[in-house]
Every structure is written in structure tokens, then in C-alpha cells.
């Protein structure tokens, strides 16, 4: 499986048009990998939070249209990264939305781990509460988390529980904190026995200088790629049964004890 990681850089100056655009010429420039990812909320930037409302969109937006015809034009299974989600019945959601190669949208994630604490996306937007997991026939099964997820550990078993093998998590992470987003990469792929996928932003938005360096780590814990900071597509070919081969030679999922259902004694 060949995997396409766009590390696009959200930098002020650029408008929301002018990087979605860009981002259509990147995914077009993928043709030949089975799956392209971009990053978390991209068109606005995860720190941009004066833009989540003015530039929100519903599910079936702009940036819908524009992935849409982008997976189908290259043929790619696509996980667009997340949008600012007005529900016209709710509050703003950030959402991941990922489209088959013909263009058809298969999932809607909405993160569900609010990043902020008191300010920004945690008051600004609601949490979402679905687990959710896309096959890719003959391929694998993919896990979606978003950036601020990769830190509640729970999520992932949660997946692992309803059969992902591949997790893939957009995120716009703050250069500050980089150690914790490649120690976690690391530590969500050894736990889970799965891949980790984790594509980031890189430039700097509302003052914050993004981390890139997104991140490619097998069910083994071995990094197969890392990116440097600034933008760049990430691509890496690894073979998805490794998490099957891995499980079953090393079966430490087998001797959960805790949130697993077992006979009573
Ligand atoms: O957890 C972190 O350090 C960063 C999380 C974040 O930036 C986000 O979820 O948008």
C-alpha cells in the first residue's frame, strides 16, 4: 500500500481559496498512491480561531466539492483532513471527511477531544462522539483520531475494538510540544499493534509555528518516514498485513484484562 501524506503549510497571507486550490493540486500530483491525507482543518488553520465561524461550511461545501472531484480525478481513496463543520442544527464540529476513489464520501469523523482547555476549539466548536472506521477493500481498515485525540489512548483501543489496523490522524500541532506528537505517534502504534499515519500542518498561523514533521510508524513502533517541518508530501509504501502478522506473533492485545469482557468467576 503506497500512502501520500500532504504536509501543507497554513501560513496567513494565503487565502482560504487560494491553499484549497493548492491542496487540489497536491492531491492531483498523488496519482498512484491508494491513499492520500491531509491535515486538520487546513483551510482555516487549527489555531486560526477568529476564522472557525466565518469560514465554517457545511458537510457538502466547498471543500467537499473540490475533494470530491480531487479523489475521483486521481483515483485515490482520500482523507481530506478536517473542515470547521457548521451543522445548521448545532454547533461548528471539526470534521474529517473521507472520500473512495470515486469521489463518493464514506465517513464523517467529528473530533471528539476538544483542544484548548478554557479558549479556542474547545468552546468554540462541539464534540463529536461516534467511533469511526472506513475499509479499504483487500487493503485495510482505518481508524480516524484528529491531532488533540492522539493524547486519550482509550480512543485508539476503542477502534482497535471495532477492527482498525491503520489509524490515520490529520492535526495542526504547535512546534512547542513536537516531542510528545512523535513519542505518541510511536506509543498509539505499539500499543495497538496498528499503523499510525499522522499528517500535520507546517507555517505558522495566529503566531503559532507548526510542528510538520508528520509521521509514518508501523505495529512494531519502527518510524518508515518522518517529514522535516516545512511543507511537504510524505510518501511511504508498507505492506497492511504486517498488523495481523504482528498481533499474532507478538499477541499482547490477547491479554487485555481491563474493558474487556470476561467470564465471570
Ligand atoms: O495536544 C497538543 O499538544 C496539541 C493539540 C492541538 O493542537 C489540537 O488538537 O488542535
Redesign the pocket.
Known amino acids: 500500500m503506497r500512502a501520500s501524506l500532504i504536509q501543507i503549510a497554513v501560513d496567513e497571507g494565503e487565502s482560504v481559496e487560494e491553499r484549497r486550490q493548492r491542496a487540489v493540486s497536491l492531491v492531483l500530483a498523488q496519482a498512484g498512491a491508494d491513499l492520500v491525507v491531509l491535515p ?2 487546513w483551510t482555516t488553520g ?2 486560526a480561531y477568529e476564522q472557525f465561524g466565518r469560514e465554517a461550511e457545511p458537510i457538502e461545501g466547498a471543500t467537499y466539492e473540490a475533494m470530491a472531484k480531487a479523489a475521483s480525478d486521481t483515483g485515490v481513496w482520500l482523507h481530506a483532513g478536517s473542515i470547521p463543520e457548521r451543522d445548521p442544527e448545532g454547533p461548528l464540529y471539526n470534521t474529517s471527511l473521507v472520500f473512495s476513489p470515486a469521489g463518493d464520501l464514506v465517513a464523517a469523523y467529528r ?1 471528539i ?3 484548548g482547555f478554557d479558549k479556542g ?1 474547545a468552546v468554540l466548536m462541539g464534540a463529536g462522539d461516534d467511533l469511526v472506521t472506513v475499509r479499504m477493500p483487500s487493503t485495510t481498515t482505518l481508524g480516524l483520531a ?6 486519550f489512548p482509550e480512543l485508539f483501543r476503542g477502534l482497535v475494538d471495532v477492527g482498525a489496523e491503520t489509524f490515520v490522524i490529520p ?4 512546534e512547542r ?1 513536537r516531542s ?2 512523535t513519542l505518541l505517534a510511536q506509543a498509539r502504534a505499539v500499543e495497538n499493534q496498528a499503523f499510525v499515519l499522522a499528517c500535520a500542518t507546517a507555517g505558522t498561523h495566529a503566531g503559532v509555528p507548526q510542528a510538520g514533521h508528520s509521521i509514518v510508524v508501523d505495529p512494531w513502533g519502527e518510524v518508515l518516514a518522518e517529514a522535516g517541518a516545512d511543507e511537504e508530501v510524505l510518501t511511504v509504501e508498507f505492506d497492511p498485513g504486517k498488523v495481523a502478522a504482528t498481533r499474532e506473533q507478538f499477541p499482547a492485545l490477547k491479554d487485555r484484562v481491563l474493558g474487556v469482557e470476561r467470564p465471570r468467576r
Open positions: 486538520e482543518l487549527a489555531f473530533k477531544h476538544r483542544f476549539e484528529t491531532c488533540y485525540d492522539l493524547r492535526a495542526g500541532w504547535p510540544r510528545h506528537w
